[in-house]
């Protein structure tokens, strides 16, 4: 009877342990990959912004290595302005580069900047009536190179900003590509005073090409 007893009370234990060690397996922690699955692995991508896409035409500028050289331009007594100055591939001026410059007396904001086309050390093309005929207090703010009227000429277009008594304003251009230079119209460059992009002025100069393109 006793026997029986004991044998009873080993079955209990053997079958409890059991379970437990069921238990214990089922508790099994989860995968060490299991987080990372969980949330999708993100693309690691520089995208340029939405302004600098709308700013230039495709194969319109150099490389950065010919972006370099301009910067090593011999502008006389003026500065380089870096941001604003590009190595341009399109006719009538490929191969050379867009500088802009300013007194190196002020830099923050450049102020008397100028802009024009250099080939080396040499300023071969100028753009008339900078800053829509301002001669004191302007800089660029941004600049773009696009066709605008589609007669596969790449056309320029110049944000700007001036100081007055009152404060900054805008002096935006723009300047159409004739196949030898560039050309503006001061009239149609007024109507630009309200935008702030590249875009905007583009946008605008698209939807009124009669008024900036003869």
Request: glycine share 6%; with cysteine.
């Amino acid at each position: 009877m006793r026997s029986s007893f004991y044998i009873a009370v080993f079955a209990a234990l053997f079958l409890t342990g059991c379970g437990s060690l069921n238990l214990a397996e089922n508790r099994s922690p989860a995968p060490a990959n299991s987080a990372v699955n969980a949330a999708p692995e993100a693309t690691i991508r520089s995208e340029p912004p939405a302004e600098a896409d709308a700013r230039m035409a495709p194969n319109a500028l150099g490389s950065k290595a010919a972006r370099e050289l301009c910067f090593e331009t011999n502008t006389g007594d003026t500065d380089i302005v870096r941001e604003q100055t590009f190595a341009i591939e399109f006719e009538p001026f490929k191969g050379t580069c867009f500088i802009t410059m300013h007194n190196p007396e002020y830099d923050d904001p450049p102020l008397e900047s100028e802009f024009a086309i250099y080939r080396g050390n040499r300023r071969i093309a100028e753009f008339p009536d900078q800053f829509n005929g301002v001669n004191f207090g302007c800089w660029v703010e941004a600049v773009g190179f696009q066709d605008l009227n589609e007669d596969q000429k790449v056309d320029a277009v110049i944000v700007a900003k001036c100081s007055g008594k009152s404060g900054e304003y805008y002096e935006n251009m723009v300047y159409a590509n004739d196949g030898r230079g560039f050309t503006t119209n001061l009239d149609a460059n007024y109507k630009l005073a309200e935008f702030k992009t590249v875009r905007q002025v583009a946008e605008y100069a698209r939807e009124h090409r009669s008024a900036f393109f003869k």
